[in-house]
């Protein structure tokens, strides 16, 4: 007899650009766990697939899924509007499978605050330094430049949320940061012990970026 075992819910959040859906991505792909894709009224980017990287909806049915309590949660964040749906998220759980969350520091508040019987493990991504992350948004968003010095201004912000996430990661070299997401993902109890330490650094790597 086999003994099922509930999935995880592993939430990924940063300021906009660290790298948080590149990362979610590759362990998508590498650790064979399921992404829970978000419905948005924001408009697709050139290269974003409706169904695969979000549901693009607009504001009246993002309204009713509000309305017929759809959302396991939703928030806004930069003027659009976000959630993640209930039903597909929890029959994963239920059978088993591992969940990765892409969303915003609202919507993990809201996941916890819900007191779920799943695990929740939190990871916060960081940039290397300001200059990059601005590098990095403006390379992605090249066509409106508006939208990096946007959300270059919710940066502050949103960093000091890195406190309320069970794990920090810095995301300067993709696959080094990679590694460090895979350990916490496939041993978190043992990660724990050695990131009491390397939490002093991450305090450190804030200041710097809120200086
Ligand atoms: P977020 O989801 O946090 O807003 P993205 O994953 O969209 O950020 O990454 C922002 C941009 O930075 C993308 O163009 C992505 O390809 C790039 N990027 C992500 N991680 C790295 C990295 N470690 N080194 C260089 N570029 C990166
Ligand atoms: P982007 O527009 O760059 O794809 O995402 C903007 C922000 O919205 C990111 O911080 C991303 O994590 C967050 N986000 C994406 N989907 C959701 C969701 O379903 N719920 C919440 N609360 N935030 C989300």
Known sequence: ???????????????????????????????????????????????????????????????ELIKKEEFLEHAKVFNNFYGTLKRPVMEKLNHGQNVLFDIDWQGTKQIRDKKIKFKIISIFVLPPSKQVLYNRLSNRDMKDKLIASERMKEFY???????????????????????????????????????????????NHVKKLLS
């Open 1 to 63: 007899m086999s003994i099922k075992t509930d999935g995880i819910l592993f939430i990924f959040s940063s300021p906009s650009g660290a790298g948080k859906t590149t990362l979610v991505k590759l362990v998508e792909k590498k650790e064979n766990f399921f992404i829970s894709v978000s419905h948005t009224t924001r408009k697709p980017r050139s290269n974003e697939v409706h169904g695969k990287d979000y549901y693009f909806v607009s504001d009246n049915e993002f309204k």
């Open 157 to 203: 912000k949103d960093v000091k949320h890195w406190i309320d996430y069970d794990f920090v990661v810095i995301n300067d070299n993709l696959e080094k940061c990679y590694q460090e997401v895979s350990e916490i993902i496939n041993d978190f109890e043992k990660f724990k012990h050695s990131y009491l330490a390397k939490k002093v650094k991450i305090e």
